[in-house]
């Protein structure tokens, strides 16, 4: 059904304006999720094949990347969905509009998707209180919720780690972890942090603050890499996350390397740099640090394939979009089958 519907309908919509829809859509139908899950329409994960990572028991390794719920307003129907976990934002300490539109796009020919958002978020603040009422809730505590943090557009290089630590300290209670954001192509300046000498005050601003704001539990904090990095640079952000005793890394983000126009790129022409990205950082770090696998993942066979790279925990977002809800459903049942 949503196959049909998707290249009929929504993919002749402007994608920022089916984006909005597609999020407010499964919102606010958290509740015919629930209930197709109940009468058992919608496949489950099986309780065998949890994932324990960072502290935490995934139901099913595949989540939801950082960038379609950028302010948490759809986290209990996308968990509902069949999502094992949910990554919200990114999330900017002040409210934003994002960059000028048209700011996303579709790519057709490869399933793949562009966007130049810019991190239009409503803040750090915005997200706090709708986190303290999805928290609120027994349902919503169970959800395994990750918060991807980023810095405003307007905040220079220096001021960044003082950006990340603000929505840390704001966010970490609602957080089962974080993920400090610098590999958005689209906030000026960001990409830059990734190196060794910026990125080090920022990750320890970061954990100082998540520590502060949350003293009776330790909240996970990982950091997402491009996947433009070169490889030295993937080398030295592993080694960093060793000395820093990081709990884990999100790899990786969209590309710039492309001829498409601005703005970066998601979709299976990601999935080769995937893997390399996940394999070189499982031999770097090795076996114990968790390792998120984002990138290219369309098919079972390219989950099994990431995984069997390295990555412990798997994240979509394109596919998602091109597939539907029901084949991430189908995807973790598959995924954790014996």
């Not at 989540?63 to 919200?88: C, Q, R, S």
């Not at 300490?93 to 490869?110: A, I, M, Y």
């Not at 640079?233 to 983000?253: K, W």
Request: proline residues 6%; charged residues 20%; contains cysteine.
């Amino acid at each position: 059904m949503y196959v049909p519907f998707y290249r009929h309908v929504l993919s002749h919509v402007d994608a920022e304006v089916a984006h909005r829809f597609g999020v407010t859509s499964i919102g606010r139908g958290a509740w015919a999720f629930r209930t197709m899950r109940a009468l058992g329409l919608v496949a489950r994960p099986h309780a065998a094949g949890a994932v324990h990572a960072l502290g935490l028991t995934f139901p099913g390794p595949v989540g939801l990347a950082a960038g379609m719920d950028k302010d948490a307003e759809a986290v209990t129907g996308l968990a509902a969905a069949g999502f094992g976990f949910v990554e919200v934002g990114t999330v900017t300490p002040k409210g934003q509009p994002g960059n000028p539109k048209p700011r996303s796009w579709r790519e057709k020919d490869v399933q793949g998707l562009r966007n130049q958002m810019g991190f239009n978020n409503a803040g750090a603040d915005a997200m706090a209180e709708r986190l303290e009422a999805l928290r609120a809730s027994k349902a919503g505590r169970r959800i395994v919720l990750g918060v991807n943090l980023g810095k405003n557009k307007t905040t220079p290089a220096e001021g960044a780690a003082a950006d990340y630590a603000y929505s840390a300290s704001r966010l970490a209670r609602y957080a089962d972890y974080l993920v400090v954001n610098v590999s958005s192509p689209n906030t000026p300046g960001l990409r830059d942090l990734q190196s060794v000498e910026t990125l080090r005050p920022i990750l320890a601003a970061t954990r100082a603050a998540a520590d502060e704001a949350v003293t009776d539990r330790r909240v996970p904090l990982l950091v997402k890499i491009a996947p433009d990095l070169a490889d030295e640079d993937v080398d030295a952000v592993a080694d960093l996350a060793l000395e820093l005793g990081l709990d884990g890394i999100v790899a990786s983000n969209t590309t710039i390397s492309h001829d498409r126009g601005p703005g970066g790129l998601s979709g299976p022409v990601l999935l080769p740099r995937a893997l390399e990205i996940v394999a070189r950082l499982r031999g770097r770090v090795g076996p114990d640090m968790c390792l998120v696998g984002v990138g290219g993942i369309s098919s079972e066979d390219d989950a099994r394939a990431v995984l069997a790279a390295g990555a412990t925990l798997l994240q979509v977002y394109t596919a998602f979009v091109y597939r539907g809800p029901w084949w991430v459903a189908r995807l973790n049942e598959a995924l954790t089958r014996a």
